[in-house]
Nanobody, 121 residues
């Protein structure tokens, strides 16, 4: 019904920057929120940043001041601009969206396939 496709991951040195993108497509009536999660090896998946329609973005404390989430509603796309990257930011980053599908009254959750971000010298 809805597909989320991420791009922009890769290898970057500490202190560097990357921008992740996630485009949603399919039978979309409305996107209520979009977010980025990450999962490092041996750790639980955690919410990194969230952009809710009509609300202010929120971030996990460890990325505040370094990461910025932004949505382009016309393109059903969410971005994560990551700056001052640290080795501890290394993880698989997943896009997440709460979407009301055409013909439905409630939102469903959808995940992207994940993109690897590695911060290393």
């Amino acid at each position: 019904q809805v597909e989320l496709v991420e791009s922009g991951g890769g290898l970057v040195q500490p202190g560097g920057s990357l921008r992740l993108s996630c485009a949603a497509s399919g039978n979309i009536f409305r996107i209520n929120s979009m977010a980025w999660f990450r999962q490092a090896p041996g750790k639980q998946r955690e919410l990194v940043a969230q952009a809710i329609s009509g609300g202010s973005p929120n971030y996990v404390d460890s990325v505040k001041g370094r990461f910025t989430i932004a949505r382009d509603n016309a393109k059903n796309t969410v971005y994560l601009q990551m700056s001052s990257l640290k080795p501890e930011d290394t993880a698989v980053y997943y896009c997440f969206a709460r979407v009301v599908v055409i013909g439905r009254n409630t939102a469903n959750s959808f995940w992207g396939q994940g993109t690897q971000v590695t911060v290393s010298s």
